[in-house]
């Protein structure tokens, strides 16, 4: 029997992993199955609170603010998946924000699952934004799991921050941490943000509802992606590896999707046709372009593979997946 | 003209920094010489508010309610010196302390001094022990620029999330960082204290003045130390060397005295005299043992020979500092 509580989970990922336990649902959950006896849904904004699996307890309000309030609604889970965060758009635009948000909202809610007498198990959604490139400090072609970071986000630097806080909780027997870095999620649905990876859905995601959406970086360049799916099955996955299998509460670079720009518009192509792919344009953005290239293209870890996650699926797929979303709509 | 302020100015490096600044004095700072017009000295416990150099103001209090209270004392400052900080074995027992007294102080300054209309300079005094080795993830025989921290302790843990903090200040404009990773300073004056390197001032401290001490470790263990000294020389430089020269604001390894304690014990031996050293017992403590030998030993870099740091002095000098201290007092 296990109480699960997640925050962010009105968002797009959180959403979809709350989908993926309802309560009466079995877990595995640091290498044992549990019986899902209460879900709890956090979020700063619920937009729809009849929304979730079956069961689901709604609350709403700034983490922060509810830590404080109600410290044993989250120090008495069993396991959290905490995805709350300002994003990365969010976080450069307003320096305040980002430290509150994410920074000491995480900070509090480390300590307050540290204070628990049981020791709770935290799997921390961090990202590929970690890492970031400099004139004077190039990453490596292939990132692996001894690749210095050095984000070139505020957003990056509190992920990073938080991901030494709870290692550092779960070295001393306070709390279980897997801290799991997720690499951009795409095709995500939604309007266009002010992330500068925002391009990387919206290629794929205005031309299949007959929209034109502009390709602000060369062909050629590189990233790396999660599929939605690939994101939720990581995030699920880095909760149910057992201890011994996990290693050290040191981060894990979640496998990725290493696809060119130029090949993600072919998979829109091939999905959607040439008048699909016809609304796409290729006018260069070099700010976005300077931003987009700092970050990895390529992502190896010997330390996911150990722990058993699966690769992602081919881009195509996720272009396949979003695709049959609007059909389904 | 310049205003300098210092953080933690009551302790063992913070009053030999401050001496070395007086009021009137130039001090190169970014590249460009000043004459200080102003010497804030902050601490949480002033013992002597007469003490520090000429035209010194003393200011004491807890530093985050101090940065609270009056954050124009610190924002406007030119040059802030941030060596404030509970100690590793204080942060290892006491989980909140080490959380406000290092995490959150360090943030609230870093934040108040982002504040500034300025681009205030500051430099931080972060420590070897980001590094540590675990079972699963040893450190490398010489830990150099690019080796990824994994601090084993709460104490490395904050310091290396406030080096991550100040660099995204220092990357957005706001200030100009200097993170300094100092080795263990050795010969430190005064009592032993709960930290596990305590011993490697106590083996030269107390045999000095007559008193026995033990040696817990194996004499080959190899550790990377500091002379008082060499330690005020560093954050001295890391002030003085300009944006160009440090480069991105990625924390620095202040070149270090690799040593291994028998070597720290013939040193002491030929300072003292042989009935010196016969004050030195050698009875291991596997414990203390265990957490020395999983720092790094040996430390290079690249960046620090660059930036133009100056090698600190055979060890055997640093014990005949501290003796010279003994019979001058």
């Given at each position: 029997m296990a109480k699960i509580l997640i925050t962010g989970a009105n968002g797009f990922i959180g959403s979809r992993l709350a989908a993926t336990m309802p309560v009466g649902s079995t877990v595995r959950l640091n290498g044992g199955d549990e019986l899902v006896e209460r879900l709890v849904l956090v979020d700063h904004?619920?937009?729809?609170?009849?929304?979730?699996?079956?069961?689901a307890e709604w609350f709403e309000g700034d983490l922060g603010a509810l830590v404080a309030a109600q410290p044993d609604l989250f120090s008495s889970a069993d396991a959290v998946f905490h995805l709350a965060s300002a994003t990365s758009g969010e976080c450069e635009a307003e320096l305040d924000l980002g430290i509150n948000a994410n920074l000491l909202s995480g900070v509090a809610l480390g300590r307050c699952l540290a204070s628990a007498a049981h020791r709770p198990l935290l799997v921390f959604s961090s990202t590929l934004a970690i890492y970031g490139s400099t004139p004077e400090a190039p990453l490596p072609t292939v990132v692996d799991d001894s690749t210095y970071p050095t984000p070139q986000n505020s957003y990056g630097s509190q992920k990073l921050m938080l991901e030494v806080f709870f290692a550092d909780l779960s070295r001393r027997g306070l709390i279980t941490a897997r801290s799991l870095r997720l690499m951009t999620v795409t095709v995500r649905p939604g309007q266009p943000n002010g992330a500068a990876s925002s391009f990387l859905s919206a290629m794929i995601r205005e031309p299949l509802q007959g929209e034109n959406a502009n390709?602000?970086?060369?062909?050629d360049l590189k990233v790396v992606l999660n599929s939605p799916d690939g994101a939720v099955a990581g995030l699920r996955h880095a909760g149910a590896a057992s201890d011994d299998v996990w290693g050290g509460p040191r981060g894990v670079n979640l496998p990725g999707i290493s696809v060119t720009v130029g090949e993600m518009a072919a998979a829109l192509a091939v999905v959607g046709g040439a008048d699909v792919a016809a609304h796409l344009s290729w006018e260069r953005d070099e700010t976005i372009e300077r931003i987009v290239a700092s970050w990895p293209a390529e992502v190896a870890s010997e330390r996911a593979a150990g722990i058993g996650f699966a690769d992602d699926k081919p881009f195509i797929d996720a272009v396949c997946d979003f695709a049959a979303t609007i059909n389904g709509g």
């Open positions: 904004v619920v937009t729809n609170s009849v929304a979730g699996p079956d069961g390709v602000p970086v060369n062909p």
